[in-house]
């Protein structure tokens, strides 16, 4: 991975901050509302003004209101301001999901320019009109832009109401009274319950319209003054953040990257990685020789099986070379050689009719062409060599039921290279009781662990470089507790843990069973031998030795790709791969998060700094602690944004741009690309989305996937400490939280405040407070009953995942519900709500959208009084007789 060496810089840089009203009573044959802007108001800043307040600038004026027309007049003022700056990038929040939704419409259907969209659906992260870039400050703090200004200690500033529903075309010269509550929209608020009325963001609305209610209410200064505070909210925020991001780590996030971890990263290339520590995975991965993919090895094992022959390829030993020229398979017996030409890689004259003669994208000195009369050449030489040759191209082979039934479960299929995605897996979420209500001298807690992943990050250990690679036998010689990376094996489960060790990938979840075969059927009763409950996979070598410990059996290994690692010593507090970059941000995040309440005196304070030193190996300055909430923001937001990007497909999906025939058929004929979909913005215009061929796209170099995979297996591992000692108390646990049932003289959770301790999820409710009741549908569904010791009361929280909490849906969704589901097997519910969504051409629509409120309890096997077990899971005959 290569050190980055750049700087910020704003020179002949503009940064523009916008923001949109718009009115929703165009109805759409399908019953949705358009979203039409009629207020656009955006800021501007230059390397000249940007830490000044000055109303004009050389840049121009630093702020202006656009009422009539305002997308097109805005698109216009930033073309042609293209002229005049170097770059121009433009910030809207929530940009990518709305307002420059309505800047790509405009292009889209009113302009001949072509932009460069990166999206994620209709999502858009990035895009780009030639020196001008559209990107959203949602993607560096994912937060409503009414949270900003607590967020980062904006002083006098604060996001006020506004009827969005009033916003109507016979309502814009209107004077009078405060519009109805119901034009705010209460019902549509998001809606958590809570014992305090002040925290309640409907009441609180409702409680303004009261106080207010003698207001006079002139429509065009609301809306105006409502947009002008919501583009200085967005403004001062971002560059507030800019200056510390630029300050801290010397990267600027919004002309240097598209997202924050595409900025953290830039951070710690810039600042923190030394040189030949972090190899980039080949796209073949490290057994060049032997690569064949997957359906070429299938297409071998087939014809060996039909034949009733033994054939040598990749699979079942190493391709064999005759007379100088490596083949796929070969058949000593026979004399047979067995091709399956790739019809992209080999160059296939039916699938591949046009472009034969162009460079290729990640070969610019091949063909097509040239590399199909390679094929022939190939195939000629066998021949004259005295060789049958069997030859089959990808485009002629169909996987049939029978064929793939055969070779997905044969044993050569694991034989393939290791592919280090395969070891990437996410955090473990499920719930293990779907009820449990408190007995006598019980008390359910909630516990949480303090910044896992940056805790990961630091105090982790690493792989470094690139592997050695270790095959079939040779992977014998390797002492397997002396071993660091990666391994892919075949292992045997045990048959009575409550809380699996690995993960697989089974029915499109993330499983944790105990039985490959009851967990791919869903199995209430395991019956199954050794073979058919065996799991095979890529794994972190660190989590299979803990499986190892747990009772698993290893049964083969595959490959092993061995690293050297690098460790945080927390004695020396020197060492690691992210603890530099980890501990200095911790640092400006602690220090801004001010005294702790119970430090009043010099040695106490001091105290504290011995304390955090001794346990973090970071040492505090006392003239800096003092709490602001901006650089506790950037502190907190850069420790655990870090690592994802280093787990990034380095193959994105990508979006054209297509408005004549010819440029259409120049997409579909390109060789070396796949085209995904096809979207008719108008007569004239289409959105192509497509992506590389497998075997044409480019590494990335800020991804390295087995980093990835490390930080999400010693993170679940982390969480697995807990679990094991936990047992059957665990009623639910997410990537980094477990709630469990706690009774006197048996194992408790230990709490702390240090990175990877656990701290209680309930303390703001008063110290000691505790859960009474627990229900769970399935991972992302669970509710509980939480009685505050502060306000002696109890309260019904909800955590679902899909649905949005409102006034409205918390009528429907809620604790009593679910329970009665869960228990009583209640129907399920059907919530109607009004969501703001983008359609393919990208227009806005308003749209009444109606979800399914369900238990989906499938990634357990449920048993009596609503416990559950592991698919695979067998009661031993200890367990059977004390029952």
Not at 527 to 543: K, L, Q
Not at 715 to 737: C, G, P
């Amino acid at each position: 991975m290569p050190i980055d060496n750049g700087k910020p810089t704003l020179s002949g840089v503009l940064l523009v901050f916008y923001d949109l009203e718009s009115t929703q009573e165009t109805l759409m044959p399908d019953g949705s509302f358009l979203h039409i802007p009629n207020l656009c108001v955006y800021q501007q800043h230059c390397e000249y003004c940007i830490d000044t307040d000055i109303r004009i600038c050389i840049c121009g004026i630093r702020q202006q209101v656009l009422k009539i027309d305002p997308v097109s007049r805005f698109m216009e003022y930033i073309m042609n301001q293209r002229q005049q700056f170097k770059k121009i990038f433009v910030i809207g929040h929530a940009g990518g999901l709305y307002d420059n939704q309505f800047m790509l419409s405009y292009i889209l259907t009113s302009t001949d320019l072509k932009p460069e969209l990166i999206t994620r659906g209709t999502k858009l992260l990035l895009m780009s009109v030639g020196n001008v870039k559209f990107i959203d400050s949602l993607n560096y703090f994912p937060m409503p832009l009414s949270k900003l200004p607590k967020a980062f200690g904006l002083k006098d500033v604060k996001k006020g109401y506004f009827p969005h529903l009033f916003n109507k075309k016979e309502n814009w010269n209107y004077i009078g009274p405060l519009p109805a509550l119901e034009y705010y929209d209460p019902d549509n608020l998001k809606y958590t319950p809570t014992l305090d009325e002040n925290t309640d963001s409907r009441q609180q609305l409702v409680d303004w319209h009261k106080e207010n209610k003698n207001y006079v209410f002139d429509f065009q200064k609301e809306i105006i003054a409502y947009c002008i505070s919501d583009v200085d909210i967005l403004s001062r925020a971002c560059l507030k953040f800019r200056e510390m991001i630029i300050k801290e780590g010397r990267v600027d996030p919004f002309t240097e990257a598209i997202t924050l971890p595409g900025a953290c990263n830039k951070i710690f290339r810039r600042n923190f990685l030394k040189p030949n520590m972090i190899g980039l995975v080949p796209k073949n991965g490290y057994r060049y020789r032997d690569k064949q993919s997957k359906i070429a090895v299938q297409w071998l094992i087939w014809e060996g099986h039909q034949r009733g022959i033994n054939i040598i390829h990749a699979a079942n030993g190493t391709e064999a070379v005759l007379a100088g020229v490596k083949v796929d398979g070969f058949c000593k017996e026979t004399n047979q050689i067995f091709e399956f030409h790739g019809c992209y890689f080999h160059g296939c004259i039916k699938c591949i009719k046009y472009k034969r003669d162009e460079p290729l994208h990640e070969d610019p000195t091949s063909t097509i062409e040239a590399r199909y009369e390679s094929t022939l050449m190939k195939t000629q030489r066998l021949l004259s060599l005295g060789y049958e040759v069997i030859e089959k191209w990808e485009c002629d082979f169909t996987i049939t039921e029978e064929i793939l039934t055969f070779t997905e479960n044969h044993p050569l299929i694991s034989f393939l290279p290791l592919e280090p995605r395969d070891a990437f897996y996410g955090g473990r979420t499920d719930a293990t009781k779907l009820y449990h209500k408190c007995a006598k001298e019980e008390k359910i807690k909630y516990v949480d662990v303090c910044s896992l992943y940056p805790w990961v990050n630091k105090y982790g250990k690493y792989p470094i470089g690139h592997p050695q690679v270790f095959v079939g036998d040779k992977c014998k010689t390797l002492d397997l507790y002396k071993t660091d990376g990666l391994i892919k094996c075949k292992i045997l489960p045990p048959q009575n843990l409550y809380h699996a060790v690995l993960p697989i990938k089974s029915n499109n979840k993330l499983m944790f069973s105990l039985c490959r075969t009851c967990c791919e059927n869903m199995s209430n009763e395991c019956v199954h031998n050794h073979e058919e409950r065996v799991i095979s996979g890529t794994w972190v070598i660190d989590e299979v030795l803990k499986a190892l410990e747990k009772g698993y059996k290893m049964i083969e290994i595959y490959e092993i790709w061995k690293y050297e690692t690098v460790q945080y010593d927390p004695n020396t507090k020197t060492g690691g791969l992210f603890s530099e970059y980890i501990s200095n941000f911790l640092k400006i995040k602690q220090q801004a998060s001010g005294w702790p309440v119970d430090c009043k005196s010099i040695v106490e304070k001091e105290k504290y700094i011995t304390e955090y030193f001794d346990k973090e190996g970071v040492s505090l300055c006392a003239d800096e602690i003092e709490y602001n909430p901006g650089r506790r923001q950037i502190g907190k937001s850069v420790i655990t944004s870090f690592w994802g990007k280093l787990g990034q497909k380095d193959n994105q999906d990508k979006t054209s741009i297509v408005s004549d025939t010819a440029e259409f058929f120049d997409i579909l004929s390109k060789p070396f690309i796949e085209v995904n979909s096809v979207f008719p913005v108008n007569e004239k215009t289409l959105l192509v989305n497509w992506v590389f061929k497998n075997e044409a796209y480019d590494v990335l170099p800020t991804v390295n996937v087995v980093l990835a995979a490390y930080t999400t297996a010693l993170a679940r591992l982390k969480l697995y400490s807990f679990l094991e000692k936990l047992d059957k108390k665990v009623l639910y646990h997410d990537t980094d939280s477990v709630i469990y049932v706690s009774r006197p003289g048996e194992y408790e959770v230990p709490l702390g405040s240090f990175l990877g301790e656990m701290t209680d999820e309930l303390a703001e409710y008063g110290e000691g407070s505790y859960i009474t009741d627990f229900v769970s549908g399935g991972p992302k569904l669970y509710a509980y009953r939480v009685y505050s010791t502060a306000k002696n009361k109890t309260l019904d929280l909800i955590k679902v995942k899909g649905i949005t909490l409102n006034y409205n849906t918390s009528e429907l969704v809620n604790f009593e519900k679910l329970r009665d589901m869960v228990l009583n097997e209640a129907p399920n519910e059907y919530i109607s709500t009004k969501n703001i969504l983008r359609n393919t051409d990208h227009t806005v629509v308003t749209k009444e959208v109606t979800k399914v409120f369900r238990t989906n309890f499938t990634k357990r096997k449920r048993i009596d009084n609503y416990d559950s077990v592991p698919y695979g899971y067998k009661k031993q005959k200890f367990e059977s007789f004390a029952k």
